[in-house]
């Protein structure tokens, strides 16, 4: 297994690229399943959770065909029982069962199990696609949808933990094929879900009201092949944007959208940051004194649960006390055990982390436990004394295109030791 060695202190300065965003592309790629004509995805991230979603796509009969970002996807007849071993690796194999359902009004997915962000149910999906005609049944690990027709409804995709993401798009890409209107209540906002849905529109989708709470969508009787651009990773860019925060003298970042990132640059310039835009750059330099934070994650437009992780990394050091609430995955602190072995004094109060800023921390062997947490333990790294090494990096490569080349070229000082 691949390990990551970071040697602290380097400081950083120059320009990154951030590349498309992987939870965009990959219900995107899912929703190519709709039509028998061909699509042209571009600005797809080389990242092995994209590497699984078209190995799903291959298997169930698709042509795949894939060169550096643009990927030609033509699903002329398609299976519908997606392969156990492939579907297994990655949660995300989940959303693949609305465009099956639409398409062919019946798909089986093996049903997906814990992580270590927590338990991560997908009853909302399955509400969602019974309330549209489908009978789900759960057998021997897989879930089975089959409806003989899809009728529109009204349905609620709001959880305790607020509005689901990938439920949403599936409900979505069922619904576009469905005969009559769908009004999905309680939708998810997030810029991923209003990209997906650009392109079922592109595809002759009739879809309203993406990127609000409610989206209002007209069956049609079938897509047609399109063309699309991924939007940038916001995450990557806030990612990058806290290693600036952490390490930089002065970075910026390239071909980003400022408007999905507010949520990360607000609170960064909170704490003293200086961050300005110009068109699709953004460049973050220190500005003195860093002052502490209170963040609570929420669903998009708020704080995001995917950069909570890199926040901790950030609030580790510096004066004072941070303290970082996560309501959308309460279980999502496996970092902070590995924080804590660089020197981080970090307590956990249920769903809350106290953060008392230390001066500096200081390299360890530790172990990435999922992407985000990676993500962290790589930033802390940067500011750390001394050489960060982290193990299992197979997670940071499911969502991160080559982040130790991209951090490299600003000036880190980081190895991956190939195994
Ligand atoms: N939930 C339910 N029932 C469901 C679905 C979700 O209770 O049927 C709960 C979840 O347990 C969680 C909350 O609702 O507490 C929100 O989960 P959501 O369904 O929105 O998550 P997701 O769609 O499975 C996507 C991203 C995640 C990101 C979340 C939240 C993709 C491929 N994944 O997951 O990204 O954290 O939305 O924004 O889009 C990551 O990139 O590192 C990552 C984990």
């Known amino acids: 297994m691949d390990k990551i060695l970071v040697h602290g202190g380097a400081p950083l300065k120059g320009s990154v690229r951030i590349s498309g965003s992987k939870n965009s592309a990959l219900p995107i790629l899912a929703a190519t399943l709709l039509t028998r004509e061909p699509c042209v995805i571009q600005r797809v991230p080389d990242l092995s959770d994209i590497h699984y979603m078209l190995t799903i796509l291959s298997e169930l009969g698709a042509e795949v065909e894939r060169a550096s970002g643009t990927v030609q996807i033509k699903a002329e007849k398609v299976l519908t029982d997606a392969p156990y071993d492939i579907v297994r690796k990655m949660r995300a194999s989940v959303c693949i069962l609305g465009p099956l359902l ?41 879930v089975k949808v089959l409806a003989p027709e899809l009728r529109g409804t009204t349905i609620n995709m709001r ?50 009201g993406a990127g609000t709470r409610r989206i209002i969508i007209e069956g049609v009787k079938e897509l047609h092949g399109a063309e699309h651009t991924v939007i940038p990773d916001r995450i990557e860019a806030g990612t990058f944007l806290v290693a600036g925060a952490i390490a930089g003298e002065e970075v910026t970042l390239q071909k980003v ?54 926040m901790c990394a950030l609030l580790a050091t510096g004066e004072g006390i941070s303290v970082i609430t996560e309501h959308v995955f309460p279980q999502r602190f496996m970092h902070l055990a590995e924080l804590k072995r660089m020197g981080a004094d970090i307590e956990l109060e249920g769903a809350t982390a106290i953060i008392k800023g230390v001066p500096q921390l200081s390299g360890a062997p530790v172990m990435a436990s999922d992407l985000r947490a990676s993500a962290a333990l790589v930033l802390a790294g940067l500011q750390a004394d001394g050489t960060t090494e982290i193990n299992r990096v197979y997670h940071i490569d499911r969502g991160y295109e080559s982040i130790d080349d991209k951090l490299n070229q600003i000036g880190a000082n980081i190895e991956r030791v190939k195994a």
């Open 102 to 142: 639409g398409r062919e009004k019946e798909a089986t997915v093996s049903l997906p199990g814990g992580c270590v962000i927590g338990d991560r149910p997908i009853d909302l999906h399955l509400r969602g696609f019974e309330a549209l005609g489908a009978a789900v049944r759960v057998q021997a690990g897989n």
């Open 159 to 208: 959880g305790k933990f607020g509005s689901t993401v990938l439920g949403t798009d599936n409900i979505m890409m069922a619904a576009v094929l469905a005969e009559g209107t769908t009004v999905i209540d309680g939708a998810a906002e997030e810029p991923e879900v209003v990209d997906l849905a650009n392109f079922l529109i592109k595809m002759g989708a009739k879809i309203e």
């Open 257 to 310: 959208n400022a408007a999905h990132l507010t949520s990360i640059t607000e609170p960064l310039q909170k704490a003293g940051y200086h961050i300005t835009t110009a068109a699709d750059r953004l460049t973050i330099r220190p500005n003195g004194s860093r002052k502490p934070l209170e963040l609570e994650t929420e669903p998009f437009p708020g704080f995001p649960t995917d950069m909570q992780a890199q």
